[in-house]
């Protein structure tokens, strides 16, 4: 079974730009997370989708948003870039979510550079 | 709120040694308890998670951790460490939205020969 794939894996943008990231889950799961990965602030919760809604959000600014398919597949944008905005962001899905006890299997990340 | 701590950035063993990697967590309740692993590049790699019962907890590559509840722990051990188990490892809590998880900040593991 194929694993959780995000697109693109690399990225530079510039400041002011915007952009969408994408994450195929592992077929049969329908939660999916997102997390950033930075060496300041580590690794933190940005939202987590299910059946196409938004089940939950970290704390995070307006300018990071996400949606989910009806295929499960999940994108997160980030517009007006920020300098900060440079990390390593990772998708994780598991098959039901909403319980701490659904493993999470987590994607290789989209690594986002911001110029 | 729950958080994790991992009190060590970075450790360094000599391959064929025993090591033991620390977590303490605050959590209200019964936490959920995760321990992933990062290779350079690549995403995360789950190696074993605690939910209720056995303290000890087995997971891959050889891998175990041990629930401590008076001292809010769940360290991870292994007896005889591989070159290959250089990585960066994070110790995770979940059970307090969803399943939403609250890492540490990872300690950076490296092996002599």
């Known amino acids: 079974k194929a694993g959780v794939t995000q697109t693109p894996r690399y990225l530079i943008k510039t400041r002011g730009q915007q952009v969408t990231l994408s994450c195929s889950p592992i077929?049969?799961?329908?939660?999916v997370s997102w997390y950033q990965q930075t060496p300041g602030q580590g690794l933190q919760f940005l939202f987590e989708?299910?059946?196409?809604?938004?089940?939950n959000k970290g704390n995070f600014p307006g300018r990071f948003s996400g949606r989910q398919f009806s295929n499960s597949r999940s994108e997160m944008n980030v517009s007006t870039l920020e300098l900060g905005d440079s990390a390593l962001y990772l998708c994780?899905?598991?098959?039901?979510?909403?319980?701490?006890?659904?493993?999470?299997?987590f994607g290789p990340g989209t690594r986002l550079t911001v110029l | 709120a729950q958080s994790v701590t991992q009190p060590d950035i970075h450790i360094t063993v000599s391959e064929g040694a025993s090591l033991e990697l620390r977590c303490n967590y605050s959590?209200?309740?019964?936490?959920?308890l995760f321990w992933y692993v990062q290779s350079p590049g690549q995403g995360l790699q789950l190696l074993l998670k605690?939910?209720?019962?056995?303290?000890l907890v087995q997971g891959i590559k050889g891998f175990e951790a041990e629930f401590k509840r008076s001292q809010s722990s769940f360290n991870l051990r292994k007896p005889s460490v591989h070159w290959s188990d250089a990585a960066e490892y994070f110790c995770?809590?979940?059970?307090?939205?969803?399943?939403?998880?609250?890492f540490g900040g990872g300690t950076r593991l490296m092996v002599k020969p």
């Open positions: 994780a899905s598991s098959l039901a979510g909403g319980r701490a006890s659904d493993t999470q299997y």
């Open positions: 077929s049969g799961h329908r939660s």
């Open positions: 989708y299910f059946s196409e809604t938004q089940r």
């Open positions: 959590y209200g309740a019964t936490p959920y």
């Open positions: 605690y939910f209720s019962g056995d303290t």
């Open positions: 995770a809590v979940g059970g307090n939205a969803g399943n939403m998880l609250t």
